[in-house]
């Protein structure tokens, strides 16, 4: 490739299920601060959001100081449950596989997450991918999505034009970010929102499974940009 080229994916239900973990932690934290139980659909919803805007989002009613305590809550909840013995927040099938596809043709690859840097320090350890990455950005770091801030900075700290970024992800936030940071959006299926809210929010592409994502990152580079 002539020139550098990056594929920047999200994180929870993109490249791990941590739907169970996510929603334990907060309706732990719901208790915590004695609001009663999230319903799951509800929690689901905002995955991808930093913490404290998707509290806002969850409790629209509340103070930003609250907001910002029942976010506490929540990574206190979330630290105790990684320390359970079978706590589990799977790969999703065939990520491996596709990162190495992607490595082996030249592509730089990052992360671009409303988890925390402890938070995806700990995702890294559990599943061996340190060094992976070349860039890293998260919400401790950046406005969260869908501002275009973190595929901005990915951008500049890996010499890549824009229109050679590819944003992976599975929420209407992750497409609605690439679109304004001028990045390709690449929607999956298999993640939180639905396949005609990723489309509406500027998805060029929804994808079913990881299969050939070097072929198709290939292509997409270059498409026309979606109206």
């Known amino acids: 490739m002539s020139e550098p080229r990056l594929v920047v994916f999200d994180v929870d239900g993109t490249l791990i299920d941590s739907e169970h973990n996510i929603v334990a932690a907060m309706t732990e934290a719901w208790s915590h601060m004695e609001l009663g139980v999230p319903e799951p ?6 995955i991808g959001l930093s913490l404290v805007e998707a509290c806002s989002v969850l409790l629209p009613w509340a103070t930003h100081e609250m907001h910002r305590q029942v976010a506490e809550a929540y990574k206190e909840a979330f630290r105790g449950l990684r320390l ?3 706590n589990e927040e799977p790969l999703f099938p065939g ?4 990162l190495d596809a992607l490595d082996q043709a030249g592509w730089l690859l990052g ?16 599943h061996d991918l340190h060094g992976r990455f070349l860039t890293i950005q998260t919400a401790d770091d950046n406005p969260g999505k869908p501002n ?7 951008a500049a ?13 599975d929420t209407a936030y992750d497409m609605m970010m690439a679109k304004s940071a001028k990045a390709i959006g690449l929607g999956v299926s298999w993640g939180y929102h639905a396949i005609d809210e990723l489309q509406g929010a500027g998805a060029h592409l929804v994808i ?9 990152a290939a292509r997409l580079i270059g498409a026309p940009e979606c109206g």
């Open 208 to 216: 079913d499974d990881f299969d050939n994502l070097t072929e198709v």
């Open 111 to 126: 992360l671009a997450t409303g988890k925390s840097r402890r938070g995806v320090q700990a995702m890294l350890d559990m």
């Open 157 to 169: 700290e890996c010499g890549v034009e824009p229109a050679n970024m590819i944003m992976v992800g």
């Open 95 to 98: 990520v491996l596989e596709a």
């Open 148 to 154: 275009p801030a973190m595929l901005v900075r990915a």
């Open 84 to 86: 359970l013995p079978d």
């Open 41 to 46: 659909s509800d929690v689901r919803r905002i």
